[in-house]
T-cell receptor, first 111, second 115 residues
Framework: GDSVTQMEGPVTLSEEAFLTINCTYT??????LFWYVQYPGEGLQLLLK?????DKGSNKGFEATYRKETTSFHLEKGSVQVSDSAVYFC??????????FGAGTRLTVKP | DTGVSQNPRHKITKRGQNVTFRCDPI?????LYWYRQTLGQGPEFLTY????????KSRLLSDRFSAERPKGSFSTLEIQRTEQGDSAMYLC?????????????FGPGTRLLVL
């Protein structure tokens, strides 16, 4: 079945470092891809999305490009802040299907 | 747009008791989803509604679990005869499904602890 694989964490970076969190997917057809962020004690917040190949989703300095040839949707940010510390989830969905999530990657940014 | 809300935010219960959670979706969203999230894992799909109709249920949803969405607005998730393995965060999400695109917006979750 459809699935998402994320790089294992935790990831610890210093403030202003470059961030990459890898995400690859397995799916038939043409899924939409998402990144959600979860801060401690809170629910998931949509960070960005892409609905077709070569689309780039971006928000709050984060970016991810839908790469069909490599079945990937890696999350990047050029300069992380302490406030970016959270758990990041990659997810996919298709029409009339439930959303499939990766296991999450915990990011800690130190000042 | 006040977002998806869930109540209660936390629930502690004893094994064998019944619990009920409520989700209020974003107004006019026609789809409502329930997920379960255990520590260190991503959310796992339980069930979803389109308007008042329950369209899909995961095999994770044992017969002790029941969900309703009367009138296609808020939804309730009930767990009967709770077990310690039911301890998890229960997340609700809603979306406005139109054609081939939907984005799910999540509530803050209800954290259940079964003692």
């Amino acid at each position: 079945g459809d699935s998402v694989t994320q790089m294992e964490g935790p990831v610890t970076l210093s403030e202003e470092a470059f961030l990459t969190i890898n995400c690859t997917y397995t799916a038939t057809g043409y899924p939409s891809l998402f990144w959600y962020v979860q801060y401690p004690g809170e629910g998931l917040q949509l960070l960005l999305k892409a609905t077709k190949a070569d689309d780039k989703g971006s928000n709050k300095g984060f970016e991810a490009t839908y790469r069909k040839e490599t079945t990937s949707f890696h999350l990047e940010k050029g300069s992380v802040q302490v406030s970016d510390s959270a758990v990041y989830f990659c997810a996919l969905t298709k029409i009339n299907n439930d959303m499939r999530f990766g296991a999450g990657t915990r990011l800690t940014v130190k000042p | 747009d006040t977002g998806v809300s869930q109540n209660p935010r936390h629930k502690i219960t004893k094994r064998g008791q019944n619990v009920t959670f409520r989700c209020d979706p974003i107004s006019e969203h026609n789809r409502l989803y329930w997920y379960r999230q255990t520590l260190g894992q991503g959310p796992e799909f339980l069930t979803y509604f389109q308007n008042e109709a329950q369209l899909e249920k995961s095999r994770l949803l044992s017969d002790r679990f029941s969900a309703e969405r009367p009138k296609g607005s808020f939804s309730t998730l009930e767990i009967q005869r709770t077990e310690q393995g039911d301890s998890a965060m229960y997340l609700c999400a809603s979306s406005s499904y139109r054609g081939n695109m939907e984005t799910q917006y999540f509530g803050p979750g209800t954290r259940l602890l079964v003692l």
